[in-house]
Structure formats: C-alpha cells, structure tokens
C-alpha cells in the first residue's frame, strides 16, 4: 500500500504543469536570469529597410541689381545679375525594424493551439450534421406514417365512409 501511495505522490510530483509553475515562480524571483534566458532564446530579430532616395536640387538667386548712371545727358543703366548657386541634396532613407521573436513565437504557438481546437470543433460540427440530417430523414417517415394511419382511421369511420358512398351513389345517379 505504501508502495502504491509513493508511485502515486511521484506521479503528481513530476506533472509538467507544476513544473513549468516552479520554473516560472523561479524565472519572476530572479528577473535578470530571465531576461537572459529570453535573450538567449529569442534574440531579437533587425530588418534594414532601404527606401527610395530623394535628390532635392534648390536655386538661391540673389536680386538683380540695377545701377544709374548719369553722365551729362546720357544716362546708363546698369543690370547685374549674380551667378545662380545650386545645391543638390541626396536624402536616402533607412528604416530598422526590430522583431521581437519571443512574442511571435508565442503567438505562433497560439496560432497551433487555437487551429487544433478549430479542427476539434469542426468534426464535432460535422457528426452533428450528419445526425441531425439523420433524424430528420426519421422525422419525416414518422410524419408519413402517422398520416397514413389517420386517413386510414379517417375513412374507416362509418360516418365518414357513409357520406363518401352516399356522395359516389348521387355522382353516378346524375
């Protein structure tokens, strides 16, 4: 009897949900080791994005300027326009992203959990499917069953047949 009682306490002893509580009651005590084994486990996943570059070309112009000149009679009118100055600008773009494959793991595992519960549920549904059109096929032979029985009931009733034999002999009379 003791013998049964530690098989038994050994069993319930080594259930994974109660040590995947202790591992997880020891990883919250020590949150540094945790953090490490996570790291470890799920390095973080970067993704370098190149997007299109942009060339931006601006123009500064300075003002013209415009000089009189007056001489005697003769008047001179000087414009000057400075050099143009461009400047082009090459903007290229790159975006990181930064995965966290713990959590898409994590969901990952869910995704598997809640398909395999999907297809569970969708072979219940089936069975249900094929007995309900089961017993409707049954449903309508009792339906036309107990109609037959009550026309048979019906027109063995005297009244009924009497009416129905009355009714011939005045249909052959006229």
């Not at 100055?85 to 809640?114: D, F, G, M, P």
């Not at 072979?123 to 094929?130: G, Q």
Request: hydrophobic share 40%; charged share 25%.
């Amino acid at each position: 009897m003791r013998f049964l009682f530690l098989i038994f306490v050994f069993l319930i002893g080594c259930s994974s949900e109660k040590q995947i509580q202790r591992a997880k009651n020891r990883l919250s005590a020590n949150p540094l080791e945790a953090a490490a084994f996570c790291a470890s486990s799920f390095p973080n996943k970067e993704t370098i994005i190149y997007r299109d570059s942009v060339t931006l070309d601006t123009i500064y112009l300075e003002l013209t300027t415009t000089d009189t000149i007056v001489e005697n009679d003769t008047v001179r009118i000087i414009t000057t326009s400075p050099a143009k100055v461009i400047t082009k600008t090459l903007v290229k773009y790159k975006e990181v992203q930064v995965e966290n494959t713990a959590k898409v793991e994590q969901q990952r595992q869910l995704l598997i959990k809640c398909e395999g519960r999907y297809d569970v549920l969708q072979k219940k549904f089936e069975k249900s499917e094929e007995q309900r059109k089961a017993w409707r096929k049954k449903f309508y032979w009792i339906i036309f069953v107990i109609l037959g029985l009550a026309i048979g009931y019906a027109l063995k009733q005297p009244t009924l047949s009497s009416i129905l034999k009355k009714t011939i002999k005045n249909l052959k009379r006229g």
